[in-house]
């Protein structure tokens, strides 16, 4: 689904001039038993680091200016992608002297981080999205935020999302509440993917941590009726937190990454 608004305010803007913040501190606590030594992000997929596709697939869309936001084992990350670091990306860092939630990781990077709008995902997530469209249907709607929507076949690991005709979110759902309550969307199968496309502005109403602040929970539903916009995708996608998405990667992932550049050392 589309934004509505005018197309012409979309076309002023590529993804070349977007700034991408990758969030690379959780703990990965479900992930600890298969992986015990890594961060999430440098998690083995096909031989490779799980952030070398992510950040291939942003290169691809013509993105740059990387910035990596690290906290447990971050100096793993550092160790592994220099400043000039993969497909041609520029990568700076904000490493985190605790773990202060997704949304504190934002106000910790802050200081870095230089575009508008800029674009958010995680390090432990992979998803195919034309992220040129989404763009302009941000641009176009004037969106404070716009969050990349995919169906899945257990959303209730993730929650659900419901839209309006007109592509704003209304309501997150939760979890395993969602999928006995919520089929007015899509079977109730629309959920939140992990990529946003934000204005900077947002940054100032994130609240300080500690405590930790919550991205997904504490900052978007407060932006609900505020221009929160949703974009629907159909493409590829896998969450590695967990030990069987992890295992479904290992063969789904070097499917669709057969000409991969690596990160360089």
Known sequence: MRH???AANGGTMRMSSVQAVILCGGLGTRLSGVVPDLPQALAPVAGRPFLDYVLENLAAAGIRDIVLCTSHRGEQIEAAYVREASCGLSVAYSTEPALPGTA?????AAPLIQGNPFLLLNGSSLLEVDLEPMLAAHLASGAS???ALT???A????GIVSLDPNGEIRAFSEKKAAVADDRSDCDGTLVNAGVYLLDRRLLQRIPA???AVSFEHQVLPGLIG?????FVTDGFFVDIRVPEDYRRAQTEIPKRAD???SHTH
């Open 4 to 6: 509505a608004g005018s």
């Open 104 to 108: 504190g990781a934002l106000t910790h």
């Open 145 to 147: 935020a716009t969050v």
């Open 151 to 153: 169906r899945v076949l």
């Open 155 to 158: 959303p209730e690991r993730y």
């Open 209 to 211: 941590a500690p405590p």
């Open 226 to 230: 505020q221009g929160l916009f949703g």
């Open 259 to 261: 000409h991969a550049c």
